[in-house]
C-alpha cells in the first residue's frame, strides 16, 4: 500500500498547490501507515523534484516524455494509473486546482475508485475514511465517507498549514507506458499574463468592484497587490464589463479561492461573489456603506471611499514593510 | 451534430441552508430549485447554437425523481430537441456519470456538453467521470467551443489566463462562463416543450461515496472597525492579530 500525490511544474517550479497536495499525501500517508510518493510527467526540475522531501515524499517517479507537456486528460490519466498500479497506491491525491479538476475524476473511473472534489482536511480514519469539503457554495461542509477501496482526493488550494523539514526525495526514472497515439489535445495557443501572482495560488489578494467606478482608479489595487506580494481579483460585473480581466473573477461562477487574507474594496459581498471567497481567513472590507452585506462577513471593516482609502492602505503597508525589513 | 447535454437541478443560491435527520440531509422545505445556472446558461445554449448552424441535435439527460420533470421541461422549453430522465436521486457523482454512460454509450454523440460545476455539491466531477468511461478527450473550464474541420476548439482556464486547445470529436466539455449568453424561453417554446418526448430510463449506477454528515460553516464573529484614516491600525491589526502578513 502507498500513497500517490500527481505534482505539476509551472516554468521548471514545482507548483505551489502541488507542493501543498505532497504534504497533504504524505500525512495521509503517515494516518495510514504507509509512504507517499510523487508522480512527474514531463519536463520537470531535478533539484526542485528531490525538494519535495522536505514535505515528506519519500520517492518520486518521473516520466520525462516531453509530450505530456501538452496538457492531455487521457494520457495524464493512464500514467497517474499505471504509476499509482506499479506502486500499489490506495490513495491518490491531485490538487483541486485547473488542471487538478480535469485529472481527478477521471483517476477517479480508471481505478473505479470513490472521489473527494475539493477536500478542506485530511482524511479520518477512525471509522471508515471520511473526507470533509465545502458544499453549498461554502455555506456548509460535507464529510464525504468513500466506501471503495481505492481513493482519489482533489485538495482544495490553500487548505493546509504546511510543515516543512529538510529532507530530499529520490528520483526514479519511470516509463508509464502511454503511446504517441493517446495524446491527442493539440494547443494551439496560449494567453497568459506572466510576472503577476496567480489567483489559485495566492496566499493574499487584493480584490475590487463597481465601487471603484471605473478601470482607471484600479491603480491603487494594483499598487497594493505589488507591495503585498498579492494577486488581484475582483467581481463578476466589473469582468462583465472589461474593467477587468475575465479571469480575475471569483466567486460562484468564477473562481474559487481561499486565501489567508481577502481584501475587498467596493464590493457589495453578495450572496454569489461570497461563495468564491467566503473561504478565505480573513477578509477586510473597504465600502462606503456601512449596510454593505459584506461587512458581515468581514473580519476587518473600513467605512469609507476607496479612491482615498486605498493609497492610504499603500502607503501605510510600505512603512509596515520599510520597517519590518 | 448529436449532441447530449446533462443537467442538474440545484437549491437557488440565496436558499437557506439547514439539515435533518441529525444533520445527514438538506432540509429542502422552502427551498426553490432551480436548472443548475452553467449547465443551463452555457452548455445547452452553446449546444443549441452549434446544432443551428450545423444542424443536428440536442438531448438533455437529468438523473433526478418525477418532480424534477418541470426543469427538464424548461430545458426543452429552450428548445433542446429531446430529453431522458434516469429514475433515481442522484447521490454521488459516479453514479450518476454511470447512468449517462449506460445511456450514450451506443447512440454515437459527437458531443457531450456538461456544466462546469453544481452549485450545490460543487464538484466538477461528473463530465470527466464520463469522458473517462468513453475513453475520450475531456477539457474543462472551458469559455469557448466551436467546432472547426470536425474538430472542437475550445478555450480553458489555467492559472493566470486562458489555453486554447483543439480535441478530436467525440468529446466531453464541461462549459462554464463566457461560452454563451442566457436565453430566455419565449410563449411558443413552452408551448412546444410539452409534447416533445421526454423518455425515462431505469437507474444502475453505483455510488462510491456516502456523505455520512453536514455541518454549517463557522458563523464570523463581528467585525473589527477601523477608521478610513487610520490605515496604520488597519496593517497593525493584519499583523499583529490576524498575523496574516
Ligand atoms: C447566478 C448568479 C451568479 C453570479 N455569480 C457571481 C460571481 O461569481 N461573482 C460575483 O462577484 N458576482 C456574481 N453575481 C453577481 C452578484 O449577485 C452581484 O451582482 C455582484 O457581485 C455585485 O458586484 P459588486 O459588488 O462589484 O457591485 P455592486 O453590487 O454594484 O456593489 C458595489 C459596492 O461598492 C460600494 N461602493 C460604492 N462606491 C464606493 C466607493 N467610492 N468606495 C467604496 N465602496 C463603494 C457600494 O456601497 C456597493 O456595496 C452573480 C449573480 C447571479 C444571479
Ligand atoms: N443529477 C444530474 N443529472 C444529470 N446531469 C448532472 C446531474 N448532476 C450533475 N450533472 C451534470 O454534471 C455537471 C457537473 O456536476 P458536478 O460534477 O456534480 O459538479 C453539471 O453541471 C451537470 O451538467
Known amino acids: 500500500m502507498s500513497v500517490i500525490v500527481y505534482i505539476e511544474s509551472n516554468e521548471n517550479r514545482v507548483k505551489k498547490t502541488s507542493i501543498e497536495a505532497a504534504f497533504y499525501a504524505a500525512e495521509t500517508a503517515k494516518l495510514l501507515g504507509t509512504e507517499a510518493i510523487a508522480i512527474a510527467l514531463g519536463t520537470h526540475d531535478a533539484t526542485e523534484l528531490a525538494n519535495l522531501g522536505n514535505v515528506g515524499i519519500t520517492k518520486v517517479l518521473h516520466d520525462a516524455n516531453t509530450k505530456f507537456d501538452q496538457f492531455d486528460t487521457r494520457a495524464i490519466t493512464k500514467a497517474i494509473v499505471a504509476a499509482s498500479t506499479s506502486v500499489n497506491a490506495d490513495v491518490v491525491v491531485v490538487s483541486y486546482n485547473q488542471n487538478g479538476k480535469a485529472i481527478a475524476p477521471r483517476v477517479s473511473v480508471r481505478m473505479k475508485a470513490g472521489m473527494v472534489a475539493g477536500a478542506t482536511a485530511l482524511p479520518n480514519t477512525s471509522a471508515g475514511f471520511i473526507v470533509r469539503k465545502n458544499v453549498f457554495s461554502g455555506k456548509a461542509m460535507a464529510n464525504v465517507q468513500i466506501l471503495t477501496e481505492k481513493k482519489v482526493i482533489a485538495l482544495t488550494p490553500n487548505t493546509l498549514q504546511k510543515v516543512v523539514g529538510v529532507n530530499t526525495a529520490t528520483i526514479e526514472a519511470f516509463s508509464t507506458g502511454v503511446s504517441d497515439a493517446d495524446f491527442t489535445t493539440v494547443i494551439k495557443s496560449v494567453e497568459k499574463v506572466t510576472g503577476t501572482v496567480s489567483l489559485t495560488e495566492a496566499e493574499l489578494v487584493v480584490s475590487g468592484g463597481r465601487g471603484l467606478k471605473g478601470p482607471e482608479n484600479w491603480g491603487p489595487i494594483e499598487e497594493l497587490a505589488r507591495e503585498m506580494g498579492a494577486a488581484t481579483a475582483c467581481s463578476r460585473p466589473v469582468a462583465d464589463v472589461d474593467w477587468r480581466p475575465h479571469h480575475e473573477h471569483v466567486g460562484q461562477t468564477g473562481f474559487t479561492i481561499r486565501p489567508n487574507l481577502y481584501i475587498a474594496a467596493g464590493i457589495s459581498g453578495a450572496i454569489q461573489h461570497l461563495a468564491g471567497v467566503n473561504g478565505s481567513k480573513v477578509i477586510v472590507v473597504i465600502n462606503t456603506d456601512i449596510e454593505a452585506p459584506f461587512f458581515k462577513a468581514a473580519d476587518y471593516g473600513v467605512v469609507g471611499d476607496a479612491a482615498s482609502v486605498l493609497p492610504k492602505l499603500v502607503e501605510a503597508y510600505k512603512k509596515f514593510k520599510a520597517a519590518s525589513h | ?245
Not at chain 2, 429514475?87 to 457523482?93: F, G, I, K, L, R
Not at chain 2, 411558443?188 to 437507474?203: D, E, H, P, Q, Y
Open chain 2, 1 to 245: 451534430m448529436k449532441i447530449l447535454v446533462p443537467i442538474s437541478k440545484v437549491p437557488d443560491t440565496t436558499a437557506k441552508i439547514a439539515f435533518t435527520d441529525g444533520n445527514t440531509k438538506f432540509a429542502t422545505d422552502n427551498v426553490t430549485f432551480i436548472l443548475n445556472p452553467t449547465d443551463e446558461w452555457y452548455a445547452l445554449v452553446r449546444a443549441l447554437e452549434i446544432v443551428e448552424k450545423e444542424g443536428g441535435t440536442v438531448t438533455v439527460i437529468h438523473q433526478g425523481v418525477a418532480d424534477s420533470e418541470q426543469f427538464i421541461r424548461k430545458a426543452l422549453a429552450i428548445g433542446a430537441t429531446d430529453a431522458v430522465r434516469i429514475d433515481a436521486e442522484a447521490t454521488d457523482a459516479y453514479q450518476v456519470a454511470h447512468n449517462i454512460y449506460e445511456y450514450a454509450k451506443d447512440k454515437s454523440f459527437d458531443l457531450v456538453i456538461t456544466g462546469k460545476e453544481t452549485i450545490d455539491y460543487n464538484g466538477t466531477q461528473i463530465g470527466g467521470m464520463i469522458a473517462e468511461m468513453m475513453d475520450i478527450s475531456y477539457v474543462t473550464l472551458a469559455s469557448r467551443l466551436d467546432i472547426e474541420n470536425g474538430k472542437a476548439v475550445v478555450a480553458r482556464d489555467i492559472e493566470g489566463g486562458k489555453e486554447i486547445v483543439e480535441i478530436p470529436l467525440p468529446c466531453v466539455i464541461a462549459a462554464q462562463k463566457g461560452m454563451a449568453e442566457q436565453r430566455i424561453p419565449n410563449m411558443k417554446g413552452i408551448m412546444g416543450a410539452r409534447t416533445k418526448s421526454l423518455t425515462v430510463v431505469a437507474s444502475a449506477g453505483e455510488a462510491l461515496t456516502t456523505i455520512s454528515s453536514f455541518e454549517l460553516a463557522p458563523q464570523k464573529t463581528a467585525c473589527k472597525m477601523v477608521l478610513p484614516e487610520d490605515m496604520d491600525e488597519l496593517v497593525r491589526l493584519l499583523h499583529e492579530e490576524a498575523k496574516v502578513i
